[in-house]
Structure formats: C-alpha cells, structure tokens
C-alpha cells in the first residue's frame, strides 16, 4: 500500500509533535489519570491543567479502496496539572476534552464514509473534511470551556459530562478508529 501522500497538508493542521512518552489513544476503556500529565506546569499560568490533544490521521490506498485511521491522541509530555489543584473533579473536566475529540472524530468517520470518493477528489474531499472537523472541534473545545468556565461553573460541568456521554453513544457506531472507504476510478 502506498501512503496517500497527497494529505500531508491535513496530516500537518491536525497533528502536533510529539515528544518522549508515546501519545496514548482515546479508549473507552482507557480514562484519563494525573500520571498522563508529565508536563511542568507553569508556576504562573491562570489555568488549573491543560490537555494536550489532536487527532491522529493515516491514510493508505491501494487503488481502489482507503485505509483510514482517525483518532484522538492525548500527548503526556505537552500535558500538565498544577499539583496543588489536582483532584477527580479536575481529572474529569480534562477526560471531557478528550472525549469532545472523540465525539468530533466519529462525526467526522461517519462523514467520511457518506462521500463518494475518485481518484480526482479523494484528496480534496478528505481535506476539506479535516479542516471542517478540526475547526469544529477548535469552537466546541472553547465553547465548552467558557460554559463551565474551566470547570469552576459545577452544573454546567455536568451538563457537559451528561451531553458529551450521549453523544458519544448516539454516534457509538462510528467508534472504531479504523475503517475503509471505497474511492470510484475515473
């Protein structure tokens, strides 16, 4: 299989660097815990932690079909949590901002697989997509943010919590990261 290397572009926009200690993929199974947060957090910064996340994206073809690959990554070395303010209620907030990334990746997965793809669009289409949901994602992370004002506004927070959970159900059939799309030869 060759790498779709047309994608770089959208592969640069939605991935950060990451360093040291391996990214670790958004699981179900797998929450959130303050030992995933190596970063030095910085003595004067207003905020309480701070959540490195971006989607991880690999796109493969062999002619006629794509390989996909689409899904959060939390990175440990860009992440960090004031010691002093570390607790569980704090803990959930940031698994929240994960969990929005994973709401807007199985959109996104089910977007995917409702175009028609060729050989001519395939790579335009998939940008677009990509610049869509990662601008998606940008509004909804800062939305969620001023809403429960980083977690301080308690009812807002667990309005949060409640939504993000259901929309993770309603969209559960697009939760695998993986997935293949046909692309049409014109």
Known sequence: MKIFSVLILALVILSSTMR??????WSEDRLLTWDDFQHKAPKHHVASAMSDITFK???KSDGELLKVFIGPSFNPDG???KEKDRNDYL???EQVHFDIYEVNARKLRK???TKTLTSVNASSTINHLMEKYNKLNSTVQERYDSETNHSIEVKKQE???AEI???LK???EFSSPEFDVPIEMK
Do not use: C, F, M, T
């Open 165 to 167: 959970a259901d929309e």
């Open 159 to 161: 309005k949060w919590n």
């Open 57 to 59: 994206v690999d796109i």
């Open 111 to 113: 977007e995917l697989r």
């Open 170 to 172: 309603e969209y559960s």
């Open 79 to 81: 992440s960090w949590g």
């Open 20 to 25: 040291g200690q391996e990214a670790i993929p």
């Open 91 to 93: 803990l959930k907030h």
